[in-house]
């Protein structure tokens, strides 16, 4: 299951409420859209949150162990130009 993306280009945010299993990048990190950079547990599942842009790694707002809601935004990333 792919969940991610949102109205910010470079933000990968939760669809749903849950936990954070693990954070799989940090700040600085190049990555690639569709690259999963975060995995959330909800509703007794794990979800891959995939990067929606290339580009850098600009913020890492949540670690593993942090309840999130739905709309949290956990990495934001700065699209290559």
Not at 51 to 75: F, N, Y
């Amino acid at each position: 299951l792919a969940l991610g993306g949102g109205s910010g280009a470079g933000e990968v945010k939760t669809q749903m409420p849950g936990i954070v299993v693990r954070v799989v990048v940090r700040e600085g990190d190049t990555v690639q859209k569709g690259q999963v950079v975060a995995v959330v547990e909800a509703m007794k599942m794990e979800n891959d949150l995939k990067a929606p842009v290339d580009g850098t790694v600009e913020a890492v707002l949540v670690s593993a162990g942090t309840p999130v809601e739905s709309g949290t935004v956990l990495v934001r990333i700065e699209e290559a130009r």
